[in-house]
């Protein structure tokens, strides 16, 4: 029974996932960086500009729990949500950049 149980967890876990890791491999293979970069913690720019992205798409698009989220790039909900923003607000205000996200997360 106990395995059993465990079997379902770990099923539950890759489920739970799934959305996230086909936004985060489409980017990756977009732009030809690793899954474990933009995973990452590094603050090289254009990864984090593209994790920025993918929260963002993942959240507004894909509609995916915040807190999901964070779980899979292993980050606190708060930097989420600041990823998210930051994408919303250039958005707002550059029309150029509105077309890239869109093109990525289509």
């Known amino acids: 029974m106990e395995y059993t149980i465990q079997h379902h967890s770990a099923y539950a876990m890759q489920d739970k996932f799934a959305v996230i890791e086909r936004s985060v491999s489409k980017i990756a293979n977009l732009f030809n960086i690793s899954k474990s970069q933009l995973k990452s913690r590094t603050r090289k720019r254009i990864v984090v500009e593209l994790r920025q992205i993918v929260v963002y798409d993942l959240m507004i698009i894909q509609m995916v729990n915040v807190e999901t989220i964070a779980e899979y790039f292993g ?24 077309h890239k996200v869109e093109r990525m997360t289509a």
């Open 75 to 98: 980050m606190d909900r708060t930097t989420m949500i600041h990823c998210r923003d930051t994408v919303s607000n250039r958005i707002s205000v550059e029309p150029d950049y509105r």
